[in-house]
């Protein structure tokens, strides 16, 4: 059994509608329609879905009464990361055919890229009442998360074993139900105390949202009792020495082990998803009891650096190119090269000490300025020494990728770099967050304006230099 990851940020994929050629335009439709088809199938990048967006705009010259010709160009734009330009194709659809669920999910996305929330939520509503269906469930769910109506989100968020393609890594056979029927769900109180079966809480999506989660442990933990029957973490293999080291208030008798890659191991307790604790035990974005990383060995904060700061630099987000999807947020929250220049080069000149953090290909983006820092981090180094290493700096600077996430749960400064369109769990403005107290926000004030977002964070290293938290 495989489990396919799926996007958590601005939304699941939008449906593109294939069509048959009509016989009044003949070959043409055909091969146009075709040439797109097959470029849908290969495109990875927003110049490629921008063609694909000019050719719906061919297309809609041949049927100009054919809405769902519209949505799919509003489809392509969206992935094109032009958020301004899909809301026009959207609300033209709709204009045309007020009932498309598509059209209504298409808008809603769009307005939560724009940041108008509670305009996304009440489109997301209406085409809910047109077709229940999974996606815009799952989108809106984490809209209101972001608009902090957490426990609402949460709950429609149970919906993702539905999204289409979407296998769990574990099914609902021995799924822990949480607290007693006779507490209130979400309060994160009852249980009791030591009673159950032995408890096995796996990961999901990505490392991210398992370094983000990992706070609902503690409360878990309080809840289950110190007699209770062992807990067993199965997570990602490169996180397993980590959460070994760094969860020091978990029970002895907790294991921390691997993903298999050929499938989930034998388990004969209860099990349920670390994602699924939010809505089960209540209390975000921090429940009381947080479990947050922890070791011993790591050396104590400067509280107020003096000297030469020490800044780590993550300027690439996870780069998972087979998903439309996910290669949208892969190449909107990373750095291009000439803002990772700008980045570096202004941080050395404020007199900065910069080590590379970043993982995989992306390393060698900043070749051109290897000469501007002071070290790489291994490319074989795990979590555990990952974060070994940014327990030694005064600061991390990052996009919005797994990195930005471990330093937060270190509870260690981290400055985060957000495109316009940021994930709704960063809300729609502000530089502060309530998931993680040591994290500021600079954000894109336009889509694609990443050097305003980076003079705005040189600026404020020139104002003073991080506070540990």
């Known amino acids: 059994m495989m489990h396919k990851p ?4 601005a939304g699941s994929q939008p449906n593109s509608v294939k069509f048959a050629p009509r016989s009044e335009n003949g070959d043409k439709q055909y091969r146009l329609l075709k040439k797109i088809s097959e470029q849908e199938d290969k495109a990875t990048t927003p110049v490629a879905w921008m063609e694909i967006a000019n050719g719906y705009e061919q297309a809609r010259r041949l049927y100009p009464d054919e809405h769902k010709l519209v949505v799919n160009q509003g489809n392509a734009l969206w992935l094109a990361d032009c958020p301004v330009e899909a809301l026009a194709c959207y609300q033209e659809a709709l204009q045309m055919q007020p009932e498309s669920s598509l059209a209504h999910r298409g808008l809603a996305n769009v307005l939560t890229d724009l940041g108008k929330y509670e305009a996304a939520d009440r489109a997301y509503a209406l085409g809910l009442r047109l077709k229940q269906d999974p996606e815009t469930i799952w989108n809106r769910s984490q809209l209101l998360i972001g608009m902090e109506r957490y426990q609402e989100g949460y709950e429609l968020a149970e919906c993702r074993w539905n999204l289409h393609a979407v296998q769990p890594w574990r099914g ?5 139900p949480g607290p007693s029927a006779g507490d209130r769900r979400g309060t994160g109180h009852a249980l009791n105390k030591g009673a159950g079966r032995p408890l096995l809480v796996w990961s999901e999506q990505g490392l991210g949202d398992t370094l983000q989660h990992l706070r609902w442990l503690g409360p878990l933990q ?4 110190p007699g209770a029957p062992p807990l067993v973490l199965e997570v990602e293999g490169c996180l397993v020495s980590l959460l070994e080291q760094a969860l020091p208030n978990l029970v002895p008798n907790t294991r921390v082990v691997a993903k298999a890659k ?5 388990w004969e307790g209860e099990q349920i998803s670390l994602l699924s604790l939010p809505w089960l035990l209540g209390g975000a974005p921090v429940p009381d009891q947080a479990s947050w990383l922890q070791a011993d060995h790591w050396p104590a904060p400067r509280r107020r650096p003096a000297g030469k700061l020490h800044i780590g630099l993550v300027w690439a987000a996870g780069k998972k190119l087979e998903d439309p999807v996910t290669a949208r947020e892969y190449w909107r929250r ?3 090269g000439a803002a990772l220049g700008r980045l570096i080069e202004g941080l050395v000149e404020r007199g900065a000490e910069c080590v590379s953090l970043q993982f995989g290909e992306d390393r060698e983006q900043a070749a051109p300025w290897s000469d501007r820092l002071a070290e790489r981090l291994s490319p074989t180094a795990d979590f555990a020494a990952t974060a070994d290493r940014v ?3 005064d600061l991390v600077i990052s996009v919005d990728t797994a990195m930005a996430h471990l330093v937060g749960a270190m509870r260690r400064p981290v400055w985060m770099l957000l495109p316009f369109s940021a994930a709704p769990r960063w809300g729609a403005e502000g530089c502060c967050t309530g998931w993680y107290e040591s994290m500021r926000l600079f954000r894109q004030p336009r889509p694609g304006d990443w050097p305003s977002a980076v003079d705005g964070m040189l600026a404020a290293i020139t104002t003073g230099p991080p506070s540990q938290a």
Request: proline share 4%; charged share 30%.
């Open 334 to 336: 990373s750095l291009d």
């Open 262 to 266: 050929e499938g989930p191991m034998d």
């Open 6 to 9: 799926y996007q958590t940020a």
């Open 222 to 225: 309080a809840i289950r009792g």
């Open 172 to 176: 609902d056979a021995n799924r822990w």
């Open 391 to 393: 327990a030694e700096l």
